[in-house]
């Protein structure tokens, strides 16, 4: 797997060195957004967060909402991943204010999803259950049972760490029903 990334990441710098040639700077942006992903995937995080915030400053100065979107999306993933849940917040939110335009409701339920797991971590409940209801509003938009599985989970915890036993139990009962559906399904 690690040589698909490494021949990935060799096509990429093609691709950066081809958009630097032809002058085509939102091009140059993307290729290291991919650079970056390329970078995470291959574990190397310092080296993916420059290529991050190198596309971050480039879609910023040609106003590719779509770039700027995603590229707040891995930078909140990245801090998030070492644990730095407030550093993570603001970038979720970035995220979070541009994702009306994109209509990616699948994209926005995943970053509700991640902000509400900041917010738990940082002892913060009533505000991660507004997102993981957020979450959970978005895959019933989109019937995806695993998601709203996975958000009455989240919501069960929150309620629980506020001593709400009663809706904490009612969301781990719509969890059950959801598992065993899938279960039924798969």
Same mark, same amino acid.
């Given at each position: 797997m690690r040589g698909e990334y490494d021949k990935a990441l060799e096509l990429h710098k093609s691709h950066l060195s081809l958009a630097q040639e032809l002058g085509d700077y939102a091009a140059q942006g993307r290729a290291y957004g991919n650079m970056g992903n390329a970078y995470n995937a291959l574990g190397l995080h310092d080296q993916a967060v420059r290529y991050h915030r190198q596309e971050l400053q480039i879609s910023l100065e040609v106003n590719d909402r779509p770039s700027q979107a995603s590229t707040h999306a891995n930078l909140g993933n990245f801090h998030s991943c070492r644990g730095e849940y407030a550093q993570a917040l603001p970038y979720y939110q970035n995220y !979070?204010? !541009?994702?009306?335009?994109?209509?990616?409701? %699948?994209?926005?339920?995943? /970053?509700?999803?991640?902000?509400?797991?900041? *917010? *738990?971590? !940082?002892?913060?409940?009533?505000?991660? /259950?507004?997102? *993981? %209801?957020?979450?959970?509003?978005?895959?019933?938009?989109?019937?995806?049972?695993?998601?709203?599985?996975?958000?009455?989970?989240?919501?069960? !915890?929150?309620?629980?760490?506020?001593g709400e036993y009663g809706k904490a139990e009612e969301c781990q009962r719509y969890l059950l029903s959801l598992a065993q559906a899938l279960d039924n399904t798969q």
């Open positions: !979070l204010s !541009l994702s009306p335009g994109l209509q990616d409701l %699948e994209t926005a339920g995943k /970053i509700f999803h991640n902000q509400g797991y900041a *917010y *738990y971590c !940082l002892g913060q409940y009533r505000d991660a /259950i507004r997102c *993981y %209801e957020q979450d959970l509003g978005l895959a019933k938009d989109l019937q995806d049972k695993l998601a709203q599985a996975k958000a009455y989970c989240n919501l069960g !915890l929150a309620h629980k760490a506020l």
